[in-house]
């Protein structure tokens, strides 16, 4: 299971670093996917990142903005929130699944382990 961290309170333009690593397992060979729930909405795409860091995908809403990335030797994964708005406000999760496909990188059905999640407030 993956651990999220870096949510907080922040105001609208202000820029936050989500991290997520895990304890004894290796992200090798994975997928990771950011996704995010918006208080009384449903889980929606943020981000994803291939375990070489070569092949990424976005959610339109955040092009431009949020970059995500990937630190083999620190079996993390981070993202990076730049510009934040109070529509970014959500709770964060961080997903594990198969082999990177730019496809279906986006389909949160293809990640099987989840983390916890990390709460994101943007205020204007």
């Known amino acids: 299971q993956q651990v999220e961290s870096g949510g907080g309170l922040v105001q609208a333009g202000d820029s936050l670093r989500l991290s997520c690593t895990t304890s004894g397992r290796t992200f090798a060979r994975h997928a990771m996917g950011w996704f995010r729930q918006p208080p009384g909405k449903e889980r929606e795409f943020v981000a994803a990142v291939s375990w070489t860091g070569r092949s990424t995908k976005y959610a339109d809403s955040v092009k431009g903005r949020f970059s995500t990335s990937a630190d083999n030797a620190k079996n993390a994964v981070y993202l990076q929130m730049n510009n934040l708005k109070p529509e970014d406000t959500a709770v964060y999760y961080c997903?594990?699944?198969?082999?990177?496909?730019?496809?279906?990188?986006?389909?949160?059905?293809?990640?099987?382990?989840w983390g916890q999640g990390t709460q994101v407030t943007v205020s204007s």
């Open positions: 997903a594990s699944g198969p082999v990177f496909d730019q496809r279906t990188a986006h389909d949160w059905r293809i990640y099987s382990s």
